[in-house]
Nanobody, 124 residues
Framework: QVQLVESGGGLVQAGGSLRLSCAAS????????MGWFRQPPGKQRELVAT???????NFADSVKGRFTISRDNAKKTVYLQMNNLKPEETAVYYC??????????????????WGQGTLVTVSS
């Protein structure tokens, strides 16, 4: 299976910056898109940003111009640089990836994998 381990969350003042990292490990043939979602307290999980294996990025409108996403394919790691953070962006941030496995029967299986989440708290 595929595991995602996130790091980099914590407490930051409004206007500050944090960098999240997420490393994939396990048995898989390839990782396609990787990305970040967040779930504020009492709200639904929402997209923050995604990036394809080729480096094509997609951002939620609310974070454009403040957040950047990047990945190191050799390290199977995705990063989220968050600048000018706002209190309303306090949330659990989840790493996500779409991976492909090839079974012993040579069958291609696509998997969606989630990390355990890392808490980002932005104080006002």
């Amino acid at each position: 299976q595929v595991q995602l381990v996130e790091s980099g969350g914590g407490l930051v003042q409004a206007g500050g910056s944090l960098r999240l990292s997420c490393a994939a490990s396990g048995s898989f043939f390839s990782i396609n898109s990787m990305g970040w979602f967040r779930q504020p307290p009492g709200k639904q999980r929402e997209l923050v940003a995604t990036i394809t294996s080729g480096g094509l990025a997609n951002f939620a409108d609310s974070v454009k111009g403040r957040f950047t996403i990047s990945r190191d394919n050799a390290k199977k790691t995705v990063y989220l640089q968050m600048n000018n953070l706002k209190p309303e962006e306090t949330a659990v941030y989840y790493c996500n990836c779409n991976a492909r496995k090839i079974t012993s029967a040579s069958i291609s299986v696509d998997l969606e994998v989630w990390g355990q989440g890392t808490l980002v708290t932005v104080s006002s």
